[in-house]
């Protein structure tokens, strides 16, 4: 059962635009999302975070947008750059629960042509 | 910058022997965690740790164990290593003092098991 979904394995987009990536969420308990950029050969590295009693968190080129009604998540990045190209994974926790457990999706992978 | 070390970058290991993978993080993070990362699987949790000799089993836990001794290392033991576990291996470490922190990762273990 797959808690946390990125249903597009892949994304291009034009240096210049907007990239949005989409995940959704099952379970209601999340309260804390995150989105990671990977690198091949590299770990995944933290990018922006949002908790559940917000609606948007942006920082830089990069805005997260949560829609809790829907369980809905996106990243927004603006203006899109040759070196965003990468994996993109979110995640979610359920940390009042007592866990520090993150669900991660299945990642979706970006490219931006230059 | 916190710094997560995983001893290996690549391994490369026969059917039936036991291994080892190391992990060692600089901050003094409570939290330890052990991933791997499969192609249209994202990252799965196997095991973590919320203090030294403290373990919790993931998601997928058969097959492997972990170890604890000190608080700024993390062992993943492979019991008797088969071809289904050749894969990439994460380590990651968060502050368990603060109640939201990211995880932050090791640049990973690729290790194949012939």
């Known amino acids: 059962d797959q808690q946390v979904k990125q249903n597009s394995p892949s994304l291009s987009v034009q240096e210049g635009r907007i990239s949005i990536l989409n995940c959704d969420y099952t379970?209601?308990?999340?309260?804390?999302f995150l989105w990671y950029k990977k690198y091949p050969a590299e770990g995944p590295t933290f990018l922006i975070s949002?908790?559940?009693?917000?609606d948007k968190n942006e920082d830089g080129r990069f805005t997260v947008f949560l829609n809790k009604s829907a369980k809905h998540l996106s990243l927004h990045i603006v203006p899109s750059q040759p070196g965003d190209s990468a994996v993109y994974f979110c995640?979610?926790?359920?940390?009042?629960?007592?866990?520090?457990?993150?669900?991660f999706g299945t990642g979706t992978r970006l490219k931006v042509l230059a | 910058d916190v710094k997560v070390t995983q001893s290996s970058r690549y391994l490369v290991k026969r059917t039936g022997e036991k291994v080892f993978l190391e992990c060692v993080q600089d901050m003094d993070h409570e939290n330890m965690f052990w991933y791997r990362q499969d192609p249209g699987l994202g990252l799965r949790l196997i095991y973590f740790?919320?203090?030294?000799?403290?373990?919790e089993k993931g998601d997928i836990p058969e097959g492997y164990s972990v170890s604890r001794e000190k608080k700024e290392r993390f062992s993943l033991i492979l019991e008797s290593a088969s071809t289904n576990q050749t894969s990439m291996y994460l380590c990651?470490?968060?502050?368990?003092?603060?109640?939201?922190?990211?995880?932050?990762f090791g640049d990973g273990t690729r290790l194949s098991i012939l």
């Open positions: 995640a979610a926790s359920a940390y009042p629960s007592g866990t520090y457990k993150y669900i």
């Open positions: 379970n209601s308990m999340f309260d804390y």
């Open positions: 740790s919320y203090d030294v000799k403290m373990k």
């Open positions: 990651a470490s968060s502050d368990r003092d603060r109640a939201i922190k990211p995880q932050h």
């Open positions: 949002i908790s559940s009693i917000k």
